[in-house]
């Protein structure tokens, strides 16, 4: 689950890592007030989105007066951003957050990630900060400077020093960074974090190390123990459709094609859409019905896949296992009887119970059903019917 | 021969009571698993299934001498089940349970590799050697006995590609599941190393996805130390990037763990490479050929 930026600042002001003086605004009529209160004589303001790459999509602006502040909120509340990773339908801005404008000295990159192939915290962290840091990346590699942490002994002070000496920070600035990193590497284990970043971390000339950005994900399976972050989630955020289909237990991704595809299990799902390509069609979305399908699962796999109107033709690979044929089967029935599919539907059923699950569609006699013999068959004949 | 399981392992099962645990239970002692013990505190001194259980592991390991323990217990209860199983001298733990957070499984296999505990999983299907043994929740009957080894981070994608070995004539020597997450126990290369040692095995499969980079891993390590053929496939060649498909560690983050990157590793160390998941069971064919 990922995070805002605003909801991150606040997590670092409650560990004491120092961050701008901020707030959140959600109406631009408290814009002044809040400029306000923060003080100062220039201010950032920030697009809430979960997105990276707000600055370069006109999400972050600077305003020198209290007039601009306002202006610049009013312009951004409402307003729709399309970043590099949001996708051409862009998101909606329902929050501004205005922070103090800081002086900078130096900006630095720091995060903290799974180093899956070391399976332990990797700190991350460049000299060059506030750039895109996956470009650096690809043209200067030797810029980014990588350091384990074995959780064992967790992050000593070793650490930090090789991090700022590898950075060329200056000597005197070594312990406070040293500090900083600390804290943050806290944050991540304390609050079972996929991943955080700072982009940039900045020195200011009053000689503070600040967060001016933050970002955070979080590990979905531990937020049981952490009930408060739990509640940071935005569910304006979330795709609706994969939100709504997990509250069945189904793992939904759309994706471009017109070939819908219900599937058990996420490696055959994922197979079952290459296979599409490899057939020279494209699948329309990721689908997993999970290990514990039912009838009424089923049901709610055809409604969600059909609400995507690219869709063409629907593929049902079903490999029994834990999760048997002829209950699948007896889903897909009661789906024709409760939605309304317009569109050709090709079961494979293979595995467990597959023979009585074949013979309860066979018996059913439904015009658009088209039982397929094998993984590659149903693959060919999803993708013609979709061409129909 | 088979690798790590066979007709004389003895299992006991952690969360032996729970609905999964039993309905999976009573499965594999159909099967003929030697199911020795069960373990569910306050439990112990019942019978489940007709199996002695126990309260703690050490207690069904002293009564028993089993040496692998089958875990159902719910993911907030997996890193204490998995270092418990390890104090108490059990060889390897086999976890079923999906969505265990990354943290504790990071120390739960760190306490185990210090106490020479072999892990699979968590989030896998487990492991089955036709017609032995199977200690984990895959259906049993469309494993055929023979000579492929099977490793795959996917449970249906195993009883899939099993399927089709079974189908062109062929038959498994152990299939293994390694599951689906960011952190897990045994890898490819673990268990390709045991594969090219047992006698019994002349062929195996992998089946990797997006994420990580244990397939990346693996092509190098068969390109020094493996010399039995290899088939692999690749699941998510058309995953989108930074969406994680189904299972937690099956996400491509930023250039990262593409199946490109993985299926391109592999086919430079030598391995078959197919495109298509329907090809898998022709290719083995003709790999043995």
């Known amino acids: ?388 | 021969m088979s690798i790590l399981v066979n007709k004389n392992t003895k299992v006991i099962v952690q969360g032996f009571t729970g609905r999964e645990g039993s309905f999976h239970s009573s499965q594999c002692l159909e099967y003929g698993t030697k199911i020795v013990a069960g373990v569910t505190p306050n439990k112990g001194g019942e019978k489940h299934l007709d199996v002695p259980v126990f309260n703690t592991v050490k207690e069904a390991v002293k009564a028993t001498k089993a040496t692998t323990s089958l875990i159902f217990v719910p993911p907030r209860f997996v890193a204490d089940a998995i270092m418990e199983a390890a104090s108490a001298g059990i060889e390897l733990a086999v976890v079923i349970t999906e969505g265990a957070p990354v943290k504790d499984i990071q120390m739960a296999k760190d306490y185990a590799t210090k106490n020479g505990m072999k892990i699979l999983g968590p989030n896998c299907p487990g492991i089955i050697t036709p017609k032995e043994c199977k200690i984990g929740i895959m259906p049993g009957n469309i494993f055929k006995k023979g000579a492929i080894g099977v490793i795959s981070k996917s449970g249906t994608l195993t009883y899939e590609v099993s399927h089709q070995v079974a189908q062109v004539g062929l038959g498994v020597s152990t299939a293994v599941g390694i599951g689906g997450d960011p952190i897990i126990g045994l890898s490819f290369k673990d268990l390709l190393l045991m594969f090219e040692n047992d006698d019994e095995t002349k062929a195996m499969v992998l089946i990797g996805e997006i994420g990580g980079d244990l397939e990346i891993q693996a092509a190098k390590f068969i390109k020094e130390h493996i010399s039995k053929p290899v088939v692999a496939f690749i699941a998510g060649q058309t995953a989108p990037k930074g969406k994680r498909m189904g299972h937690a560690g099956a996400i491509i983050s930023g250039s990262s763990g593409s199946a490109k990157q993985k299926m391109d590793a592999l086919k430079k160390a030598g391995v078959k490479v197919v495109v298509s998941p329907a090809d898998i069971g022709k290719a083995i064919k003709k790999a043995l050929k």
Request: hydrophobic fraction near 40%; aromatic fraction near 6%.
């Open chain 1, 1 to 388: 689950m990922n995070i805002h930026e605003y909801q991150v600042k606040k997590i670092f002001e409650e560990y004491n890592l120092p961050i701008p003086k901020g707030h959140i605004v959600t109406n631009y009529h408290d814009a002044i007030d809040t400029a306000i209160s923060i003080g100062g004589k220039m201010w950032v303001i920030k697009a809430q989105i979960h997105s990276g790459g707000r600055g370069l999509a006109g999400g972050v602006k600077l305003a020198r007066s209290l007039k601009e502040v306002e202006n610049i909120c009013k312009a951004m509340i409402g307003s729709k951003l399309i970043t590099n990773q949001t996708g051409p339908e862009g998101k909606i801005v329902e929050k501004v957050y205005i922070e103090r404008g800081v002086k900078i000295k130096y900006e630095l990159y720091i995060a903290i990630a799974l180093d899956r192939a070391k399976e332990m915290p990797v700190i991350i962290a460049s000299g060059e900060g506030g750039v895109e840091i996956e470009k650096t990346a690809k043209t200067n590699p030797e810029k980014i400077i990588k350091i384990a942490i074995d959780p064992t002994i967790g992050f000593q002070d070793f650490h930090g020093r090789e991090l700022g000496f590898k950075l060329n920070i200056p000597k005197d600035d070594i312990p406070r960074f040293v500090n900083f990193a600390k804290i943050l590497y806290e944050i991540y284990m304390q609050d079972d974090a996929e991943l955080i970043e700072i982009n940039p971390l900045v020195k200011t000339k009053n000689g503070n190390y600040l967060a001016l950005d933050g970002k955070m994900g979080l590990d979905d399976s531990a937020l049981y123990r952490h009930k408060d972050l739990a509640e940071l989630r935005d569910k304006h955020e979330e795709n609706n459709i994969e939100s709504e289909a997990k509250e069945y237990g189904l793992s939904y991704v759309k994706l471009d094609g017109n070939v819908g595809c219900m599937v058990n299990g996420a490696g055959l799902a994922m197979a079952t859409m290459d296979i599409i390509s490899y057939s020279k069609g494209m699948a329309a979305n990721f689908l997993d019905v999970g290990g514990g399908a039912s009838a009424s699962t089923v049901a709610k796999g055809f409604e969600i896949i059909l609400r995507d109107k690219n869709v063409k033709s629907i593929f049902v690979n079903i490999f029994g296992g834990i999760v048997r044929c002829d209950r699948i089967a007896n889903g897909i029935l009661e789906a024709t009887k409760n939605v309304d599919i317009q569109v050709p539907v090709v079961v494979r059923l293979d595995g467990t119970n597959a023979k009585i699950g074949s013979k309860l569609l066979k018996d059913a006699n439904i015009s658009n059903l088209i039982v397929a013999t094998n993984l590659e068959d149903g693959a060919k004949k999803a993708v013609a019917a979709a061409k129909e």
